[in-house]
DNA sequence: TTGAAAGCGCTAACAC
DNA sequence: GTGTTAGCGCTTTCAA
């Protein structure tokens, strides 16, 4: 065992490390005078400011993050207004991105609240807002799936000088920092090129969306245009693709009287999570329809793993949320610039590589 | 536009922040005895231990770490040891994962230098380490591209206090603090899930490695003994699997003869990031045989946006370099812990998903 | 066994 | 215009 000595010096110019105090001495003048010339607040005289920007000039100056952050010792508090788990299990995970946040930055001074709102009652969607409006938190965290009301609410969120940051949709709005997302048409076109590449002989499609009403049409729609733009693009091979809308409970009836008039689909594309209803659907019906849908719900996942969904894209609920408490905390903490917009990337997932996504 | 008055009272429970002073005056103690109570360092009376308890018992008490951290303020030293980029761009992602957390920890103190060695020469890959013990930095991220060597460097490393963190392959090692890479037997699987998905016919399927000599053997094979058991464990169809070891010299003609005495070949799975090659050199044959490879270097990205590789598998090595280094940024900061090893999700790439990971 | 006090680097209030 | 100083919350040293 061959054991070095240290090197007696490793002060090299590169590692060390300057403070206020230290450009203050070599500029000849004091903390506070340094102070004012770093964040051009005060008087300076031209000769203090000639004599500070100099020593500034010469060395690389990196400002004690920690020690700022400190000082401005004070609890901020993020409130994130989600839609309830308990009537969609979809949204769980964006409960478990903002949590994984909480716990990560407690111990910083930032406070999370969880706050749920009904996916069926825009009343609910108001009254939580407003509730949490009179709470007065230094931000929040939507997911905007009313589009009007929500572009209301950030409005009146932003003249109280509250900061928001929306994720898993875009609204039209102008006043939220930051958002989340996938890229909806986009993944549109990936579930189509997917679907390309295992579908073969007859080249009939299916699109289906499941409780629009419900839903944020806008959201499928895309989705929908996305997939269509890439068959659209195909020179060689003409594609014959049908959207149908259905109700959760219609579903089973509609798909099985749909194949039935029709025997030659080949591939159903699912714009929503609810993807695991048509795969029960179809395998009653004995077919060999190939099914590509959306998102790692436990129920989704058992038909990737028997195969009879070959690929679900997965729009990383949990990341999503996660992430964009990241950002608020962040900003507060360490002054962090907060990007407009942030796409996340569209994650393909078969009976293989889910396992590791979970 | 309705403005809310802001509620006059925020302090509820939840929100408060104690201080070590304010246990201090609750208990009845000092700061000092406080800190020895949190810490279990030095004597303290069974009195005071018992109401300084109590009153932790009775708050959520969170220390401000900000605040230990800038009283430890010191600079720490990582140096991240990456095959050069030039023999094999595959690894100027690593670097670019390093500079990000660079960047982003810079005004932490935290001090990143990168060093290159030859991916063609143990001897280099040596001497590097040997000069970065003598800098005895605090952290050591490594590639352990040779495994007998690298176990070596890593127990002199251990021996000499320097923490050491491994990504890209696992080695045979106790003294790495954390592993970040990728499952390479289930990439494999991934790869040969994809395949089945795309080949419909003729059964027959080439698995090609590339510059074996040059790169990890290990790693090769534990991709193809995962794609090999996927198919394995498929009961109704017989697929036929030959595997091929060629350099990258004599890949062209190798492939070229191959496909001409087998003409029977559908699909190739390429285990390395130089998937490009064989895309290249099967564009010449004029066939229609499906290909599935690695990484998202920048030549096998034409091939698969204009579809002559159909899928590539992402290794994440940006990420892989980045997640290391703020591991162990966090850890020197805030006292975070390190995971042990962290495997991060096998990524799917087609032409249409490709944009969003990059 | 304990309390008091200094100090990490930065900010902001205050006095001159 | 400018220097001085107190203080953020925690750790550590020193004196009692």
Known sequence: MIVFYQSSNNNDMESQKYTIKDIANLAGVSKGTVDRVLHKRGKVSQKSLAAVNKVLDAIDFQPNILARS??????????ALLPNPEKDIYWQSCVEGVNQAASEFKSFGIHI???YFNIESIDSF??????????SPDAVLLAPLFQMQSIQIIE???ANNIIVSIFNNQIDSKFEINYVGQALYKSGRVAARLMESIIHEKKKLVIIHIDEALNNANHMKNKEKGFRSYFDELTQDAYRITTLNVKNSELEDALAKYLNDDTDVSGIFVSTSK???VANALQKTNSNVKIVGYDLIEENVKHLKNKSIDYLIHQNPKQQTYLSIVYLAENF???KNIPRQKLLPIDIINSENVDSYV
């Open 70 to 79: 400190l000082k401005n010792s004070k609890v901020y508090r993020i409130c």
């Open 113 to 115: 609240e969880i706050r």
């Open 126 to 135: 108001e009254k939580e807002n407003m509730s949490i409006l009179n709470q």
């Open 156 to 158: 009146m969120y932003h």
């Open 275 to 277: 993807t695991y209803l």
């Open 333 to 335: 903490l360490f002054d």
